[in-house]
């Protein structure tokens, strides 16, 4: 089919984009710059390129009808933050493709009231994100039930892989918190570390959209969450963590109040949104109607980061 890929150069394009040439797909990636995937591959030579920047395009109104101009069959947006953004491509769609697969985020739960969340569980976003990739969602399965849009909405985890930092055991993006557990010192964790995070591999979210475009009849009004099988608690982490540098972790914990305490604030704002949205999710409907088999766990999809990172001399053990 012919496939075009808003933004696709960037984590979950890096895996996605080969796996659909390699399908025998026709593929186009809508890139605002053109930097280079994080891994190379082969199939690239036979992507289209365009270099389009949506925000700027957006604001003329003309975003949508661009996109239409290329003539897919198959739209994948992984870059849709906002509902005028989702409301001015599905305008320009309706009745014109047939299958349109948006990337949303299993924050739109909010808080868990029930572990692991499953998709129909009810939505209590928090948060400019979680509310913007909410309304997102409500609005494209009521389009695909009220006028028959063919959307399907995947919701992925803390996405991770080799060449971009991973969410640590502090809840941030912070790479001196794997370098204090692989020296073996003292790290302190915020409350009793017992908050969740709920990683996914790049890869695994590739395979995701691949399954629903396979599926397709089965997942149109649907959405689905594209986790690892489980989630890890802080504290569990960060000793796995250190273990794998032959140490013994050596935490301490303090309340929140005290722990955001001389944290720098870009640090403790990512900190308290991941701590605070504690995600732990199902994939049952997944694994059930897709066929959706995670190929890493959590810490397997850490590890191969940290590996990389640590060779790209970006953490220092």
């Known amino acids: 089919m012919k496939i075009v ?5 960037g984590h979950i394009g890096t895996f996605l984009i080969p796996r659909l040439v390699e399908s025998g797909h026709d593929v186009t990636n809508i890139s605002r710059s053109q930097h280079p995937p994080y891994q190379q591959n082969a199939a690239w030579s036979e992507v289209t390129q365009i270099s389009l920047d949506r925000n700027v395009v957006e604001a003329s109104g003309e975003f949508g009808s661009q996109i239409l101009a290329l003539d897919p069959q198959v739209v994948i947006d992984l870059i849709c933050f906002t509902l005028p953004s989702a409301v001015q491509i599905v305008t320009a769609l309706k009745g014109r493709v047939t299958h349109f697969l948006a990337c949303g985020t299993i924050w739109v739960h ?14 209590r976003p928090f948060g400019e994100y979680g509310l ?21 909405v995947l ?8 060449g971009w930092k991973p969410v640590n055991p502090a809840g941030n993006f912070n790479l001196s918190v794997f ?4 020296h073996g010192e ?8 017992l908050e969740t995070i709920h990683h996914v591999h790049a890869d695994d979210v590739a395979q995701a959209f691949m399954a629903a475009i396979n599926h397709r009849a089965a997942t149109i009004g649907e959405s689905f969450h594209v986790v690892s099988p489980a989630a890890l608690t802080l504290r569990g982490y960060a000793e796995t963590v250190a273990g794998w540098f032959g140490k013994k972790a050596f935490l301490k914990f303090k309340p929140w109040e005290e722990w955001q305490v001389g944290v ?11 701590i605070s949205h504690s995600p732990n999710c199902s994939i049952t409907k997944a694994s059930q109607t897709l066929n959706y088999q995670p190929r890493y766990t959590s810490l397997q999809a850490v590890k191969e980061a940290i590996d990389w990172l640590i060779t790209a001399g970006q953490i220092k053990v």
């Open 264 to 274: 720098a604030k870009e640090d403790a704002a990512a900190t308290w949104d991941h």
């Open 179 to 182: 370098e204090k557990l692989a």
């Open 110 to 123: 909010g808080f868990s009231v029930v572990v692991p969340t499953t998709e129909d569980q009810p939505r």
């Open 132 to 152: 913007q990739k909410a309304a997102i969602e409500e609005y494209l399965l009521t389009e695909a039930r009220l006028n028959n849009f063919p959307a399907t």
């Open 5 to 9: 890929v808003i933004g696709g150069s």
């Open 186 to 193: 003292e790290l302190c964790l915020p409350n009793f570390g």
């Open 155 to 162: 919701h992925p985890g803390h996405i991770v892989g080799p």
